[in-house]
């Protein structure tokens, strides 16, 4: 029986690979709310994108979220707008690489 429960097991390919999120430089277009009570980045994310997929970015962009999708309240928010396509900042990310 092995002590360490990872002794038996087989990794095929070690390589993993890392998320490039594209930039969201500051606009003049942007919105600065302050976070209330019960806020959290997907209920932003909706009631300001109208998808709740994008709570990443106002995680990232207000470094927020770190093992939480929580806002503390009285915390000055920024909500980058409009959206750029997304679908083409990943690609610009994947040729830069």
């Known amino acids: ?3 360490n429960r990872y002794q038996e097991s087989k990794i095929e390919d070690a390589r993993y690979k890392t998320a490039h ?3 969201f430089p500051k606009k003049q277009t942007d919105l600065y709310i302050i976070s209330r009570e019960q806020d959290r980045l997907d209920l932003l994310s909706n009631e300001f994108y109208e998808d709740p997929r994008y709570w ?3 995680a990232k962009v207000n470094n927020l979220g770190k093992g939480t999708l929580d806002v503390p309240m009285g915390v000055q928010i920024r909500i980058p707008m409009p959206l750029p396509n997304l679908d083409l900042a990943f690609i610009e990310v994947e040729k830069n690489k």
């Open 1 to 3: 029986m092995p002590l």
């Open 21 to 23: 999120y594209p930039e």
């Open 56 to 58: 990443w970015i106002l």
